[in-house]
């Protein structure tokens, strides 16, 4: 049973670039969620997609937008790359509908650094 | 809006010994809370979690929290600490109306041989 799986593992940009990432949800799942991880940090709430619609937020600017597609994946697109945008980027997924306590399973991450 | 604070970003115990990390919440309504594990350049693991069912909630690897309302806690523990328990700890809540999980800043645990 596969579980949530992303890639690439690693991405060097420079400032101003457009990068994506994308992600797998594990097997029977239909919910994908972003967050961002800084250095020493807990995880960010970026979005939530269900449906292939973007259902939650997080207090983030435009410049990050996604997609989730008929089979569940997922892309994450951040554009105009800042330096503070170096983070481990994570995705989790979850059986949705309106089943919030179910657990989010997550993926290993993507690590993004900005020169 | 929800929040979780964890006392303590690092904590030492010795191999064999209690471990106890810390985690208070804030919330308006009935939360949903989880304890995650995070080992290096890996993801999040699920080691237990709280959904308004029992309070004392058994995990993975000998973990266990319990929710204490009266005092907005859902502290984690493990009677007797492994080499392989160190890690980053995150707890995190979930509620209806704010479905956005969120987490603590992490408690770093080290286990001194």
């Known amino acids: 049973d596969a579980g949530v799986t992303q890639s690439p593992t690693h991405l060097i940009k420079t400032r101003g670039q457009q990068v994506t990432l994308r992600c797998s949800p594990k097997?029977?799942?239909?919910?994908v969620s972003w967050y961002q991880q800084a250095l020493g940090q807990g995880p960010q709430f970026i979005f939530q997609y269900y449906e292939e619609e973007e259902r939650q937020r997080g207090n983030f600017p435009d410049r990050f937008s996604g997609h989730q597609f008929p089979n569940y994946s997922s892309e994450l697109n951040v554009n105009a790359l800042l330096l503070g945008d170096s983070a481990l980027y994570l995705c989790a997924s979850s059986l949705q509908g309106v089943r919030i306590q179910q657990p989010q399973h997550f993926g290993d991450g993507t690590r993004l650094s900005i020169l | 809006a929800q929040s979780v604070t964890q006392l303590g970003s690092h904590v030492s115990v010795s191999e064999g010994a209690l471990v106890l990390l810390r985690c208070n919440y804030s919330s308006s309504v009935p939360p949903y809370l989880f304890w995650y594990v995070q080992y290096p350049n890996q993801g999040l693991q699920l080691l237990l979690k709280?959904?308004?069912?029992?309070?004392l909630v058994k995990g993975i690897n000998g973990f266990e929290a319990e929710f204490k309302k009266s005092e907005t806690s859902f502290h984690l523990t493990k009677p007797s600490a492994h080499m392989s328990d160190a890690a980053e700890y995150f707890c995190?809540?979930?509620?209806?109306?704010?479905?956005?999980?969120?987490f603590g800043t992490g408690t770093r645990l080290t286990i001194i041989p």
């Open positions: 097997s029977g799942h239909d919910t």
């Open positions: 995190a809540v979930i509620v209806f109306g704010n479905e956005k999980l969120t």
């Open positions: 709280y959904t308004s069912a029992a309070t």
